[in-house]
């Protein structure tokens, strides 16, 4: 990754290796559960399967806690355990979690007890369990990792944006290690019904990322969770090292609030960001996890702003949300895992409800069965309502 631009060029920052991952998703809780999930699809969106927050937290701290900071603590927990013995010094260790709403459920049942009750009978829990930095803070506290511990909150491209910042603090001497993730529980019906209302949601209730059908997105919750450490530190403790996390890039559409830029200006030249920042041009990329909505704007914008960047056909693409839904913030961040399982386990998993080819998208859409490969770069896109796009560059390690 690159920490600016000198007089000689580039100034590239130390090596960020991948050396944890954890998962909350509507495949069932872990990591496990979301490849064997991804590979044989059964489940489309919708709520999270088989999460007890009691296997991480105890009675009290579920009470006091927010659905969106439970999926977080509970995917950096198990992001932490599969990195192994850390170590880490508490004052160069940081969290940098996303989210897009916070803790919106808690918010909702709060104003429904005060319309119904009066105010007396709010809960005096309502303002730390729906701040969006609960998350992040519960994360840093349970750990007791005293560095830069923040939230970002950029709708949907939010999760990979801060996968993105969380590298940057490893890749700048900051930190050793930091946590980068996102999380989400917005399948509240206040939140579902305002999607509805603006039709981004799919009346059919199919997630159909890229196909001809495609009506709109089917939403879910969940959480996704990366341990960033120092290359260099990371080999010297023989930690396994999933990838290298080589570049990210942020830019803004500045175009409309909701619609993407009909000329995929800003996704273009994210991308375009992102490979120059991992030091690798188009032809190193061999492998794209799409945002692919499932939306017929979002989409077709994507493949458009893709083909200008790669040519025709380009690279294999997937879209992991034919299985996992729309998770808002947490999406970047789920996805940001699935692409790191492609180099892990060097296979692409298919794009679910991919059926009936749209004549304007041209892509190499991997679908029907999972695709063996021999992994190179893999680019893992998000773009987001308010025109915020984010993508993440991973490379094998070596």
Request: one cysteine or more; hydrophobic letters at 45%.
């Amino acid at each position: 990754m690159q920490l600016g631009v000198g007089s000689d060029g580039p100034i590239r920052g130390r090596r960020v290796a991948i050396t944890g991952l954890g998962a909350v998703t509507c495949c069932g809780s872990g990591v496990e559960a979301l490849w064997d999930g991804l590979l044989h699809p059964s489940v489309t969106g919708g709520e999270v399967r088989d999460f007890d927050p009691e296997q991480w937290l105890g009675p009290k701290e579920v009470r006091q806690l927010d659905p969106f900071a439970q999926f977080a603590i509970a995917s950096a927990d198990m992001a932490v355990a599969d990195a192994g013995d850390l170590e880490a010094d508490p004052a160069k260790a940081g969290v940098i979690f996303a989210t897009g709403v916070g803790g919106f459920e808690t918010l909702t049942d709060q104003v429904g007890v005060f319309n119904e009750k009066g105010a007396r009978r709010v809960s005096p829990r309502l303002v730390p369990m729906m701040m969006a930095n609960a998350a992040c803070a519960g994360i840093s506290m349970r750990l007791g990792w005293r560095g830069p511990s923040e939230c970002i909150v950029t709708a949907c491209a939010a999760g990979t944006h801060a996968i993105g910042a969380a590298a940057r603090l490893v890749a700048s001497g900051r930190c050793d290690v930091a946590i980068g993730g996102g999380s989400e529980a917005g399948m509240n019906a206040v939140a579902v019904a305002a999607f509805s209302n603006m039709t981004a949601l799919s009346s059919s209730g199919h997630s159909r990322p890229f196909d001809a059908r495609r009506d709109g997105f089917v939403i879910t919750e969940g959480a996704g969770a990366l341990v960033l450490e120092d290359w260099d530190r990371a080999v010297a403790r023989g930690a396994t090292i999933y990838a290298e996390l080589a570049g990210a890039a942020s830019t803004a559409d500045a175009h409309h609030i909701t619609a993407p830029a009909p000329d995929g200006s800003g996704a273009i030249a994210c991308m375009e960001l992102a490979l120059a920042d991992a030091g690798i041009t188009v032809t190193d990329v061999g492998h794209i996890n799409a945002h692919g909505t499932s939306t017929p704007l979002n989409d077709l914008a994507e493949s458009r702003a893709i083909g200008k960047v790669f040519g025709e056909p380009g690279p294999l693409v997937t879209s992991t949300k034919g299985v996992t839904g729309h998770g808002l913030a947490a999406a970047g961040a789920i996805e940001a895992v699935a692409a790191v399982l492609t180099i892990h386990h060097a296979t692409i998993p298919p794009t679910a409800g991919y059926e009936e080819p749209d004549p304007e998208i041209t892509m190499r859409i991997v679908h029907g069965e999972p695709m063996a490969w021999d992994p190179t770069a893999v680019l893992s896109n998000s773009f987001g309502f308010g025109g915020h796009n984010g993508c993440l560059v991973f490379l094998p390690p070596s």
